[in-house]
């Protein structure tokens, strides 16, 4: 049993580390949170995975993978232990993995392929389309379009 729950406890902490850069992460937070605290154990549970994700998210790409195994790996001993304190039988951590990756099924789904096409006329300057756009930052000189004339 014991294999079993590492295999269980292993596949959260994975599942849970790649809900971390979704817009599922809210709800998945929630979903490890209860695990974790249900006990009242650590009451700093949901400030320690929403400094997780800070981390991996913040990391430059040479970090990030690093990060993101030594999440997983943190999160999966955290997992491991708490099943082995329960019954033993895994079921609570097991149904937690059902919810992890039934969110994770869900985020899958929503990703969809989009096709912009620019047509009618034409465009003096950059042309941006898009459902969201954050931290976007243009660097150039501004032209008044009275200066042009």
């Avoid at 850069?21 to 209860?34: F, K, M, N």
């Avoid at 989009?114 to 465009?123: E, K, P, T």
């Avoid at 000189?141 to 009275?146: K, Q, T």
């Amino acid at each position: 049993m014991d294999s079993e729950l590492a295999v269980l406890a292993a596949s959260g902490a994975t599942t849970l580390v790649s809900l971390m850069v979704t817009d599922s992460w809210t709800r998945a937070r929630e979903l490890v949170g209860q695990y974790l605290t249900r006990t009242g154990a650590d009451p700093d549970t949901f400030d320690d995975l929403q400094d997780s994700r800070t981390r991996l998210l913040t990391a430059d790409a040479t970090d990030r993978e690093r990060n993101a195994r030594e999440i997983s790996r943190r999160y999966g001993d955290r997992l491991r232990r708490l099943a082995e304190a329960d019954d033993g039988s895994g079921e609570a951590l097991r149904a937690l993995l059902v919810s992890l990756l039934q969110l994770s099924a869900s985020v899958a789904d929503s990703r969809s392929t989009v096709d912009n096409r620019i047509s009618g006329g034409v465009q003096h300057g950059p042309v941006v389309q898009s459902g969201t756009v954050a931290g976007l930052t243009f660097h150039g000189e501004h032209v008044n379009r009275a200066d042009r004339r």
